[in-house]
């Protein structure tokens, strides 16, 4: 699996857009990126997927440059309920290979 | 939108007994999981279930842990002789094609004395 570095922290005020970037070198050719957003408390919560270009759905949009070796999850004017962790996970698409590995993923704070 | 539940959201428990902890995933989804988070730490993988057996386990899945689907809907987790250790948050996940897109229920919080 390979393996991911995003930053333990940012600040956010609300309104503004956030980008997290995930960086990724030993993407293996077949590994899709994804995000999950987690709230204290409860569990990870899935938020966009992608393989190459732009991903876009009603929460994120999701760049993967083409070189692949990163990525970078864009948040639209978050409001104070974005606060969370955001793990940042590459691994194959489908199969049984699901077991999901989180690190400690890149903590969200957003102050009015 | 359907989703993933679980049941109890909060077990006590002592010390040498055993809990079970029940889920009742996507009704379509064909791949279980079930993943734990110790306070303040990762979430961690546990096991995978897929086909009516276990496709992956981690270190952590040892004997004292087993799963189960026993009828159409339920996937449980038991942990047959508690240790303190084993106090965590407890989440189940399913999915329809296996893969990096899981759904998570609301968790169980282990509490073990």
């Known amino acids: 699996l390979a393996k991911t570095t995003q930053p333990i922290s940012m600040d956010s005020y609300e309104g503004q857009e956030v980008n997290i970037t995930c960086s990724h070198n030993?993407?293996?050719?077949?590994?899709?990126i994804t995000w999950y957003q987690q709230f204290p408390s409860q569990g990870p919560r899935f938020i966009i997927q992608?393989?190459?270009t732009k991903v876009t759905n009603e929460v994120a949009s999701l760049f993967i440059p083409a070189d692949r070796k990163s990525s970078t999850l864009s948040l639209p004017r978050v409001s104070l309920s974005d606060t969370a962790v955001y793990y940042c996970?590459?691994?194959?698409?489908?199969?049984?290979?699901?077991?999901?590995?989180f690190g400690k993923g890149t903590k969200l704070s957003v102050k009015p | 939108e359907p989703e993933v539940t679980q049941t109890p959201s909060h077990q006590v428990t002592q010390m040498g007994q055993e809990v079970i902890l029940r889920c009742v995933p996507i009704s379509n989804h064909l791949y279980f999981y079930w993943y734990r988070q110790i306070l303040g730490q990762k979430v961690e993988f546990l096991v995978s279930f897929y086909n009516n057996e276990i496709s992956e386990k981690s270190e952590i899945f040892d004997d004292q842990f087993s799963v189960e689907r026993p009828d159409g809907s339920n996937f449980t987790l038991k942990i047959r002789s508690t240790k303190l250790e084993d106090s965590a948050m407890y989440f189940c996940?399913?999915?329809?094609?296996?893969?990096?897109?899981?759904?998570f229920g609301p968790g169980t919080r282990l509490t073990v004395t």
């Open positions: 996970l590459v691994g194959p698409y489908g199969g049984s290979q699901g077991n999901l590995i």
């Open positions: 992608g393989y190459k």
């Open positions: 030993n993407i293996a050719t077949n590994d899709y």
């Open positions: 996940a399913s999915t329809l094609a296996g893969g990096y897109e899981q759904y």
